[in-house]
């Protein structure tokens, strides 16, 4: 039985190492203008989505099931403070000119990270929008808030669900899932699992707590499921902090034998930060938010983790 675990330990470790590793997302060999693999996501003439003079960060791409297109919803600085933005994606990869979110949703506070996905609650199917807002000092800390979106041009629907305290950044498992489940972190060397709870329509408030048995600090992390032949578990990405620099590092954690990967040996080396990363299963595209631009702010970028070599190119 131990030598069986060991194997299965051992070829999964191998597999999941491979699939970064060889694309070249994790590659320490690439350069920090690696165009061929990597490309800054832009709107098309009818707008900007990455700016110049401000930052964009916390992307998550959603694919609407409801019209079968693509958004990519961020957060920008452009108007002051931080709000909530969303673009669509049109076949070729391109953006429209991005559209801020309501008054309900954004306020004069900053508000990051949004993930949006559809759920079951009670017997109905609704769209909605989980987002972190930081209040300012004294006025009760940072919470994660949600609320019911409509699924066509996402104003907002109803009040915010349960808030969920002391979070740093969120993602989102199983997106293509009716129930869900919320990744948050807390700056900790450890994030938390919020499922959904389709009886209440909100997310559970007592959490999973999943240790990742690790030194670094996880400062936004987001996955998806896999059975990579032998065992099932949680494939991500996490962002970290090494030598004063954001880091975008790959692990797995088993479900199967509850045993953590991490490949710390094999980060995507770049002499900027990289940082908020989210998984577009649809393509295995991750988007991400990096300082590498030149222009000392932070714009949105894309990496094809599978098929790098195919990557869109996006004019600069």
């Known amino acids: 039985m131990q030598v069986r675990f060991f194997m299965k330990t051992f070829f999964l470790a191998s597999i999941l190492l491979s699939l970064f590793y060889c694309s070249g997302y994790f590659n ?24 110049d003079n401000y930052n964009e960060i916390t992307p998550f791409l959603y694919r609407n099931p409801d019209n079968g297109k693509a ?19 049109d076949n070729k990869g391109k953006f429209s000119k991005p559209t801020k979110m309501d008054a309900n949703i954004n306020t004069t506070n900053d508000e990051t990270s949004p993930v949006v996905f559809k ?26 808030y949600t609320r019911k979106i409509d699924p066509f ?7 915010s669900a349960s808030s969920l305290s002391a979070s740093s950044n969120v993602g989102l498992l199983n997106k293509n899932s009716l129930t ?35 030194t670094l600090p996880i400062y936004g992390i987001d996955g998806f499921y896999t059975n990579f032949f032998l065992a099932d578990g949680f494939g991500f990405i996490f962002t970290t902090i090494i030598s004063g ?44 938010a990096s300082d590498r631009y030149g222009k000392g702010n932070y714009d949105l970028y894309r990496y094809n983790i599978l098929t790098f070599d195919e990557v869109m190119q996006l004019p600069k």
């Open 28 to 51: 320490m060999d690439n350069s920090d203008e690696a165009d061929g693999d990597l490309s800054l996501a832009l709107a098309d003439g009818s707008g900007y989505l990455s700016t």
């Open 71 to 89: 958004y990519l919803f961020f957060a920008s600085d452009r108007d002051g403070n931080y709000d909530i933005y969303y673009a669509e994606m």
């Open 119 to 144: 759920a079951l609650a009670f017997t109905n199917t609704n769209t909605y929008v989980t987002f972190i807002r930081i209040q300012p000092p004294g006025a009760g800390g940072t919470f994660v």
């Open 153 to 159: 041009n996402f104003t907002n629907l109803s009040a």
């Open 180 to 214: 869900p489940t919320l990744l948050r972190t807390t700056n900790g060397n450890d994030f938390y699992q919020n499922e959904w709870d389709t009886i209440s329509g909100e997310w559970q408030i007592e959490p999973t707590s999943r240790d990742f048995n690790s």
């Open 245 to 288: 620099k954001y880091r975008l590092y790959g692990g797995f954690i088993s479900d199967e034998m509850s045993t953590n990967y991490a490949y710390s040996v094999s980060e995507y080396i770049s002499s900027y930060n990289d940082k908020d990363p989210c998984i577009d299963l649809a393509t295995m595209k991750v988007y991400f």
